[in-house]
């Protein structure tokens, strides 16, 4: 007879290992019960591995896992839990118990409760644009002999002044469209004007690298800004400070004290023409726009650039800063070519989509209408905060004007945003009004 063989300790647990290993993932020792164990072992573990981190489980999975609710099984994992239960085996178990297996259609019904949270939150994120009345040309004025390249209202409300390539600047009567005054002095287009709101100046700005402040009580030149290296485009006056702020051809902006005319800073950064600049009372209080196709916000205390705003893939030629709004937009050439930003840190809002041509000019107004006006006559009249447009329409050239004399250079709207006053290359000045009956 054969002497009956020594297992060590060792042997003896690593035999009781594996035959519980074989039990629970083989089911050798178990049969069928082993089976059906060993199958919902892996299931769980193939949910818990590969579906912990995500809100929905396919349709298969949560198929399996859902079946008829009764007193004794537990809750169920729906949708968006990502923690496993803590008996696994047991969960599993009762969980796939045998079911009717939901139809794949139930899951996309738009009856269902997550269809309707879905439906409410597009709806919320979804801002209807605002009725806004349409606008219509009441008044056409003629009198200049050039281009008419600038705009400016009076803190009044009572006149305008025109700036135009024949080098003069002309202020009318808003009311009536009388010609009141015509002041010489320029010798090369009037690209820029502004009129200051605490003293009795204007300020204008033209491509002979002059800057000069009108006195209009005296109705002569009484300050010149010199230091521009070459054609001054724009011009801009802080609402608060005595600060005009002025642009041009040489990539930089300049920064004046109004009254000694001493150049406080030169905004260096730009790489092309400096098309437009605006200033308001808080930070940035300086913007500018260049045809290198980007925005700078500048500190104006430090002389510094605080952001740099490269969205635009063409020339930027125009800014419109909102009277109320803490925000502003921009326009220039090609698709998507008007945007808007929130201050004070220049984040993109959305697009304006809509008016393909140059943008020369965009007004805005305290109701929320902006107004851009394009190099080939084409007018757009949008909803600012949705960027919506709701009136398109087209400048007719004047008679004796060519076809082409039809772009729109310049815009403003009066002070109580009822009256849109815009200028073009046909030599006319266009007053457009709100038709509110």
Not at 66 to 86: E, F, L, M
Request: glycine letters at 8%; a positive charge.
């Amino acid at each position: 007879m054969e002497e009956p063989t020594l297992t060590t300790p060792f042997e003896t647990l690593l035999r009781r290992s594996q035959k519980r290993t074989a039990s629970v993932f083989m089911g050798t020792s178990l049969g069928s019960e082993g089976d059906e164990k060993s199958a919902k072992l892996r299931l769980s573990v193939r949910i818990r591995d590969e579906f912990q981190d995500s809100k929905a489980l396919p349709a298969a999975l949560l198929a399996q896992q859902q079946g008829p609710v009764g007193p004794a099984r537990p809750k169920a994992i729906t949708a968006g839990t990502t923690t496993p239960s803590n008996n696994l085996i047991q969960d599993v178990v009762l969980r796939n118990a045998p079911t009717q297996e939901a139809p794949p259609s139930t899951l996309r019904n738009p009856n269902s409760t997550l269809s309707q949270a879905l439906i409410r939150r597009k709806e919320q994120r979804e801002v209807k644009p605002d009725y806004h009345p349409p606008w219509k040309l009441v008044r056409v004025i003629s009198g200049h002999l050039g281009w008419v390249r600038s705009v400016a209202v009076e803190p009044g409300n009572k006149w305008f002044a025109t700036g135009a390539g024949d080098r003069v600047v002309k202020i009318w009567d808003l009311a009536s469209g009388e010609l009141k005054l015509s002041l010489t002095g320029h010798i090369s287009t009037v690209r820029g004007l502004a009129v200051s709101p605490r003293h009795p100046y204007l300020f204008s700005c033209g491509e002979d690298k002059m800057v000069k402040c009108w006195d209009l009580e005296s109705n002569k030149v009484i300050r010149h800004y010199h230091g521009h290296l070459s054609g001054v485009y724009a011009l801009s006056l802080h609402p608060t400070l005595d600060i005009l702020v002025t642009s041009g051809r040489d990539a930089s902006a300049r920064v004046w004290d109004m009254r000694t005319k001493a150049m406080i800073h030169v905004l260096g950064g730009h790489t092309g023409t400096i098309a437009d600049v605006k200033c308001q009372e808080s930070d940035p209080q300086v913007i500018t726009a260049s045809m290198d196709s980007t925005i700078r916000l500048w500190d104006l205390a430090a002389g510094k650039s605080l952001a740099h705003l490269t969205h635009h893939k063409k020339s930027v030629r125009s800014l419109a800063v909102h009277p109320t709004e803490f925000s502003f937009a921009s326009g220039s050439a090609g698709g998507n070519n008007i945007k808007k930003w929130k201050c004070p840190e220049g984040i993109f809002v959305h697009n304006f989509s809509g008016h393909d041509a140059i943008i020369n000019t965009l007004s805005v107004n305290a109701d929320g209408v902006l107004f851009s006006g394009g190099d080939n006559g084409t007018l757009t009249f949008w909803d600012y905060k949705t960027g919506v447009p709701f009136q398109h329409a087209e400048d007719v050239p004047q008679p004796g004007s060519l076809q082409a004399e039809s772009g729109v250079f310049c815009s403003i709207f009066d002070h109580t945003g009822t009256r849109l006053i815009t200028g073009g290359a046909d030599k006319t000045i266009k007053i457009y009004a709100e038709q509110t009956k």
